[in-house]
T-cell receptor
């Protein structure tokens, strides 16, 4: 039974570019949440997708957008990258629009240069 | 507003010592959930425990134990007889219970180094 998988594992982008990160939830899970973790900090909630809709959003600008597909996988898109967007991006999956049994992936390490 | 504070940034102990990681939270909700996660160098957050606000019973799981005290808004985590494999960053987190969307609010984390 595969857990939460994220791709790619590492990514280097140039300031101003756009990036797409991908997440496949744990088998049987239908809810995906995205978190940004800057170096030495705790993860910060970006948004959550359930039933292909953004259900809740954290304090992130509109440059951060997402999508959930019918198979429950999800993408996180970041436009106009800033140096400050460099972080570990974590995906968490859960069931039924709730997050009490959230399983996390290993994350995508994004470096903006 | 909701907030989680982990005042200990780094803790270093020698193997077999007991160690307690502190967590203090702030919330106006009457229903909420508290969590502890472990983050090894690989980056994945590993779930350790979840408690709801109505259950103040302490819990023990092997070498791990948790002390939840609503009176002091604390949810501390103790590792007994620490091992090198316990070295990691540990996060305490809070989730609102009423809306139950599962948005987790994390503390800054405590880096635990267990030396042989």
């Amino acid at each position: 039974d595969a857990g939460v998988t994220q791709s790619p594992t590492h990514l280097i982008k140039t300031r101003g570019q756009q990036v797409t990160l991908r997440c496949s939830p744990k088998s049987g899970h239908d809810t995906v949440s995205w978190y940004q973790q800057a170096l030495g900090q705790g993860p910060q909630f970006i948004f959550q997708y359930y039933e292909e809709e953004e259900r809740q959003r954290g304090n992130f600008p509109d440059r951060f957008s997402g999508h959930q597909f019918p198979n429950y996988s999800s993408e996180l898109n970041v436009n106009a990258l800033l140096l400050g967007d460099s972080a570990l991006y974590l995906c968490a999956s859960s069931l039924g629009g709730y997050g009490l049994e959230a399983f996390f992936g290993q994350g995508t390490r994004l470096t903006v240069v | 507003a909701q907030k989680v504070t982990q005042a200990q940034t780094e803790i270093s102990v020698v193997e077999k010592e007991d160690v307690t990681l502190d967590c203090v939270y702030e919330t106006r909700d009457t229903t909420y959930y508290l969590f502890w996660y472990k983050q090894p160098p690989s980056g994945e957050l590993v779930f350790l425990i979840r408690r709801n606000s109505f259950d103040e019973q302490n819990e023990i799981s092997g070498r791990y134990s948790w002390n939840f005290q609503k009176s002091t808004s604390s949810f501390n985590f103790t590792i007994t007889a620490s091992q090198v494999v316990d070295s990691a960053v540990y996060f305490c987190a809070l989730s609102r219970g009423s809306s139950n969307t599962g948005k987790l609010i994390f503390g800054q984390g405590t880096t635990l180094q267990v030396k042989p």
